[in-house]
């Protein structure tokens, strides 16, 4: 009797367990979506008035110029936080809607060299200011199965850190290759580099090394957590090799599938 008894107690205990937790979930798994939806609208909300402001704040420059040297920082100084802002504000809904299952993103077969040419482009008059040399090393043509907005977002996202995080006068190399069905990209820097305790951070949100010496550069730690998500999103991997002081190579592999 005392055996059986123990067998029932637990058996319900054990329902009952079951039951109270998948109870508890609900709850949960409905904040957590009601945050992603609030981070989405939020973000989506707050891009209109940051518009508003920075145009405005174009409009104050032209009418300002050479007229008083000091509103002239000012509003260099606000549309330089405006430009931030906007940026960060565009990286969370980004976040907010790759948390969301129902996200529909579509793919098609194109050809990543004239995408990544463009990207180099993008970035051609940044890299000048630093005197840096931009690269681009691939085959005429590589066919992928992506998303071209996303896997653009990617190239930008690796060139704007790699310029970031390099010295003046260095040079950098976006480099193209397939080798039977995965599709390589890498990105290598001779900047700043990034330590070892560092390293397995970086993809993290909001992680940024070195805060406080990187402020003026721009940025606010986003940029890699969404490129992990866009590779991803494309079933691939991306990896980083660094050294301090001598720079930084990202790869990223693809695999090419006729259909995702
Ligand atoms: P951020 O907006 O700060 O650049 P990211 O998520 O893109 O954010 O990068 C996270 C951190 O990783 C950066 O703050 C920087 O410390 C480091 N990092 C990223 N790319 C490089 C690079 N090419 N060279 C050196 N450090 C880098």
Known sequence: ILLISTLIFSGVAFYLSRVMSKRAMIPIEQ??????????????????????????LDILEMEDQHQNEVSTKMVGN?????KRMTGLVGDLLTLARSDSDDQK???EVFDLVPISQRAIDSFEAHAHTKNIQ????SPASIQINGNIERLTQLLYILLDNAIKYSHDSSSISLSLWKESNLIFISVKDTGIGIAAKDLAHIFDRFYRVDKARTRHLGGHGLGLSIAKWIVDIHGGRINVESSVGEGSTFLVKIPYKDSL
């Open 78 to 82: 606000l549309k330089e936080e405006v």
């Open 105 to 107: 993103i579509s793919f």
């Open 134 to 137: 931009l690269e681009l090393k």
């Open 31 to 56: 904040a957590f979506k009601r945050q992603q939806v609030f981070v989405a609208d939020a973000s989506h909300e707050l891009r209109t008035p940051l518009s508003v402001m920075l145009s405005s």
